[in-house]
């Protein structure tokens, strides 16, 4: 992953989101190996996006691999839990089953034992990714599951 740090600034982030497929080759199925990666990077948003980026594409979207993905986001640095869980929403958008993706990730965010914290994060994740690549009627279900306390962001 050296190489991206030699980029021009304006390449640096890009360039760690598509390693994430070389990770994904050399963590060989271990999601947690491939997770362990972003430690590596200083930056912080870039840590940030690169294990967003990696969950996004090394989740499995079934029981196991949900459970295996959670696990993975326990064991890597404090500082990289939300958005390593960020990416397992992540995943649901880009993946998920077609025309209910961002529902989905707002169901994961909701139902798989994350922090009343992580839950919050997670849902403003996906509305932030929603706002950006769904169309107005795709966020408006989306912000019909979020709690009460959590419309603003919706307006």
């Known amino acids: 992953l050296g190489i991206c740090k030699k980029q021009p600034a304006a390449y640096v982030a890009d360039c760690y989101r598509q390693m994430q497929v070389l990770v994904m080759n050399l963590a060989a199925g271990n999601i947690l190996k491939g997770a362990k990666y972003s430690e590596q990077l200083e930056d912080p948003n870039l840590a940030a996006t690169s294990i967003e980026t990696y969950m996004g594409g090394a ?21 990289l839990e939300q958005p390593c869980i960020h990416g397992i929403a992540l995943a649901y ?16 965010c909701n139902t798989h034992g994350l922090s009343t914290s992580e839950a919050g994060s997670c849902r403003q994740y996906v509305v932030r990714y929603a706002r950006s690549a769904y169309a107005a009627a795709v966020l408006a279900r989306v912000c019909a599951m979020l709690p009460d306390s959590e419309q603003a962001q919706c307006k």
């Open 59 to 79: 989740t499995r979207l079934d029981t196991e691999g949900i459970a295996a993905a959670l696990d993975a986001c326990r064991h890597v640095q404090t500082r």
């Open 93 to 108: 958008m880009l993946r998920g089953a077609p025309g209910a993706e961002a529902e989905a990730a707002v169901s994961f």
